[in-house]
């Protein structure tokens, strides 16, 4: 069964408006959990590591302040992309890492299409 | 940082065929992991392999970590198989992952 889930799995919305996508680790608590962009044919980005119960690492060139998250508990991590563009619409996919074997686990991604 | 190179970029085959796929990186890693992501998107881990080799079903992999590189084989192709395979290697500090740009498989029946 799945180790990680995402919601929502697709969203469209208007250029303006703010998005927030979970991530939820279903079998393992998760202290840390990571945030990836992949734009069209592309490879995975790596653009924020979020903290349990403290402030998320932001990549270089990531802006903080438009895409915010928040780790309120040991299975929750939250990305809200806020007063999104054209421009991010992509694919976001967060990680988990298994502590046990430190094998990685990805959700199954949310589509973002900003109108 | 940890350069990740995958070759070939692309691979077209026809079903039942084989293939090898290529990962090289450029420092000691802490481990590699090889994925699948299917058209949907789905990330699917296929071998945690730092070193060593593993093989499940008609996939095997080789990683020879003193060299550098690591090898994806899948022997039989089916069409299911097609998608994208990526190779990510994470530091030896545990600080990031990083992905290789991947091999774009397609398989035709």
């Known amino acids: 069964g799945a180790v990680v889930s995402q919601h929502p799995s697709r969203v469209i919305c208007k250029s303006g408006t703010s998005v927030k996508i979970e991530c939820r680790s279903l079998?393992?608590?998760?202290?840390?959990m990571f945030w990836y962009r992949q734009f069209p044919k592309q490879s995975l980005m790596l653009m924020a590591t979020s903290n349990e119960g403290s402030k998320a690492t932001y990549e270089q060139g990531v802006e903080k302040d438009k895409f915010l998250i928040n780790h309120a508990s040991l299975t929750l991590s939250t990305l809200t992309v806020t007063s999104a563009h054209p421009e991010d619409s992509s694919f976001y996919i967060c990680?988990?890492?298994?502590?046990?074997?430190?094998?990685?686990?990805f959700g199954p991604g949310t589509r973002l299409t900003v109108l | 940082g940890i350069q990740v190179e995958q070759s070939p970029p692309d691979l077209i085959l026809q079903e039942g065929a084989n293939s090898t796929l290529r990962c090289n990186f450029s420092d000691s890693v802490n481990n590699l992991q090889w994925f699948h992501q299917n058209p949907w998107g789905q990330l699917i881990n296929l071998f945690y392999?730092?070193?060593g080799t593993k093989q499940n079903g008609r996939l095997s992999a080789t990683t020879v970590a003193t060299e550098r590189y690591s090898l994806l084989y899948i022997s039989s192709s089916q069409t299911t198989d097609s998608g994208v395979y990526f190779c990510a290697v994470e530091n030896q500090a545990g600080t990031a992952l990083i992905f290789g740009k991947g091999t774009t498989l397609s398989v035709s029946s």
């Open positions: 079998d393992f608590q998760a202290t840390t």
């Open positions: 392999i730092p070193s």
């Open positions: 990680r988990v890492t298994s502590g046990a074997y430190n094998e990685q686990f």
